[in-house]
């Protein structure tokens, strides 16, 4: 007999209503290998351990207990940690989902993307079970994101710029962090490059906060941003405006 396939997850939220269109039930991956300066799950980091182990018909199991909230826009977001690091488990879980007729909705940074294999293959395979991707781009300076995250951007471009090529909607997430990513030189870089891609349909400006700050004290680790407060009001609508937000019309509406 074939060995059920299995992941780890951090854990599930029954309600959610920030990563998706409609309301979600939501699975946080375990494992991420970037380090951002804002996260607010440094929980999920460690891969290989931590979380616990599930079958993608475990947590679809536990997902349909809700599905009666969804309506018609609503269903599963797999988010993290890193979800691309788990593929086999998320193509399995989002196939198993689209096969009871559930929007699937990935939350990536887009680290792990390659165009090498074998996650090349892998990657196009998963796509054919995911509805919509929300694809946070952390900034758009590589050495700035470098700074920000521990590691560059260049293959996160690139995985944006394939989802274009191959037409997946995406909604692109960028959180606005004072002293990091809120200039408006980098914003209007930014807007430029969103601009070149033929997928995006939503971007959304989160603005950053300090609420798992007290995560970070927990597991005994310096938090990079103390000290930096979030954006103010005017900040986060100079980012919307420089970003051109209201000019996207919504996965929904395609």
Known sequence: MTEAVKGRIH????????????VRFIVFTQGCRMRCQFCHNPDTWKIGSGGKEVTPDEVLAEAMKYRSYWGDKGGITVSGGEPLLQMEFLTELFKKAQEQGINTTLDTCGKPFTREEPFFSQFQELMKY???????????????HKLLTSLGNENILDMAQYLSEINQPVWI???LVPQRSDYDEYLIRLDEYIKTLNNVDKVEVLPYHTMG?????DLGLAYPLDGIDPPTEDRVTNAKTLLHVNDYKGYLNR
Do not use: M
């Not at 854990?11 to 409609?22: A, I």
């Not at 700050?213 to 004290?217: A, I, L, V």
């Open 213 to 217: 700050k007290y995560k970070w004290d």
């Open 173 to 175: 997430r960028h959180v």
């Open 130 to 144: 995911t509805d919509l991707i929300l694809f946070d781009i952390k900034h758009i300076d590589n050495e700035q």
């Open 11 to 22: 854990s599930t939220e029954n309600f959610g209503t920030v990563d998706g269109p409609g």
